[in-house]
């Protein structure tokens, strides 16, 4: 039976929840407060695992077709020795590096045009045993059988719901960037993250002769003198890391730059409330370490469509949702924080002994949890 669902936020988890509804036969909007597509990011890595969950509906051939692909992660000291490759299986295709605004656009494009709504900031959620009414801040409102939460980390309907707050800050601060790629020596089409004691730099080839690199360094919480830190100050840090490093800072501006603390949120009791559904950063965000955090959304609005195909009732779905979800992500989200803690530390003694276990940690190790981690489970 069609049913007319209301999504809030049209960032990723939003957007696959449309593409993944609508192929249902569900009538759907997607309600997003930008009054336009405006996506602040730099690149974004998609694994695998999201691809296998986006392959019925034609999208991960485009995300295939206009990444820029790698066989995994190779973890390098600061003096680019290799520590150790995080491969994926090759059996499960590779990574795919992409800027957040080409996905953003093939996530779009897979949608008939009237679906988002863009202008529309929820601001309260009234329900009852028959229909949820949501309100926007222009006064407008919409009335539905189910709503879909994918309004971010700083979900408005999750404090509304639930009124808790659950973030927890991870000790690091991140900025990112995406430069062109020319006239970068040493720049190889590996994905490449070195863990330093003054910090872990990632480094990232996009498509079109781009390049996108991140950095993470120990900081207290909202130090507004680290935020303000310049490309000048990022290259002063990294001046003694492998090359590219130093050069790549140097060719980057401030106005390049894009900071944010890395925070996360315990995954909450349960993913549902009432008529509404939790997906994506607004149900679990997850630190960024193992690069899933958006497809563990995209694996979110797969799985929350199976459950609607399959239950009767939205209660039916949303305890399925719940017991499908909650195993995978906070194994997920607990494992990323753990390998946060270790990459980011900078106590010589410690990083000797971490590095040199590393090196040592038999292949089959690392290809056990990979091929847990980059397969996608209906
Ligand atoms: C540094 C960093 C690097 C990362 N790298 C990766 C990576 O390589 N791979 C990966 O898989 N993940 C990565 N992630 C995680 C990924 O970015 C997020 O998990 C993903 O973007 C979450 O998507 P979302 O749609 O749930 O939330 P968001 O992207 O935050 O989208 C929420 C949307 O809701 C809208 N919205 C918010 N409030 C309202 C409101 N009141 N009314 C209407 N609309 C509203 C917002 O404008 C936005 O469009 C990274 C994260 C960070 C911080």
Known sequence: MSQTILIIGGGIAGLCAAITLQELGMKVKVYEKNNEPTITGAGIIIAPNALEALKPYNISDDIIRQ??????????????????????????????????????????????????????????????????????????????????????????????????????????????GVISAEDLPGLSDRFIETWGTKGRFGIVPLPKNKVYWYALINARQSDTSIANYSAKDLHRLFQN????????????????????????????????SGRVVFIGDAAHAITPNMGQGACQAIEDARILAECIRT??????????????????????????????KMAQSESFLFTSVRDRLMKHTPKMFYRKQALSLYKFQL
């Open 67 to 176: 990444g820029n692909p790698s066989d995994g992660f190779h973890i390098l000291s600061d003096r680019g020795r290799t520590l150790t490759q995080l491969s994926v299986p090759s059996e499960y295709g590779s990574l795919h590096s992409l800027h957040r605004k080409d996905l953003h656009h093939i996530l779009l494009s897979a949608l008939p045009p009237d679906t988002v709504e863009w202008g529309k900031r929820f601001v309260r959620i009234d329900q009852n045993d028959n229909h949820a009414r949501v309100s926007f801040n222009d006064g407008s409102q919409a009335v539905g059988d189910l709503v879909v939460a994918a309004d971010g980390i700083h979900s408005y309907i999750r404090t509304q719901l639930l009124q808790k707050d659950t973030y927890r800050y991870a000790g690091y601060t991140c900025w990112r």
């Open 241 to 272: 890391y492998h090359d590219p490093i130093p050069t790549l800072l140097s060719k980057t501006t401030t106005h390049d730059m894009i900071h944010r603390d890395i925070i996360d949120i315990e995954p909450m009791e349960r993913f549902y």
């Open 311 to 340: 239950q009767s009732n939205h209660r039916e779905v949303f305890t399925d949702y719940d017991a499908r979800r909650r195993k995978r992500i906070i194994q997920i989200s607990n494992q990323s924080w753990k390998i946060g």
